[in-house]
């Protein structure tokens, strides 16, 4: 609600905006794996973003289409979500030294 200015949008309550956190979340869970994305206060901060982002492109979509359509996934929240990613303590990808072989 504080994106929003304190208040849902038209049309828009506790429930719906709910169902748009919980796909968002499967969603950064989704593109996140295999690593595990944190849940401090920036990967918060990011999912909410993502959550007010995607619902104003469900707003747009649902009403008259007079302004450009509202990107949910730009470069710059995908630069965010990877500098995210890679500051998380769990990432999947590890290098190994191997045996040389000579």
Known sequence: MKKWGGTYPA???ATSVGNV?????????AK?????????????EFANTLVFRRI??????????NVPEPVV???EMEEWFQR?????TADAITTVKLQDTS
């Open 84 to 88: 995210l990613l890679t500051d998380t």
């Open 32 to 44: 996140a794996s295999p690593s595990t994305f944190g849940t401090g206060t920036n990967e918060v």
């Open 11 to 13: 049309g828009w309550d």
């Open 56 to 65: 104003n492109n469900m707003r747009w979509a649902a009403g008259p289409m």
């Open 21 to 29: 956190c919980t796909q968002v979340d499967a969603e950064i869970d």
């Open 73 to 75: 996934w730009t470069t």
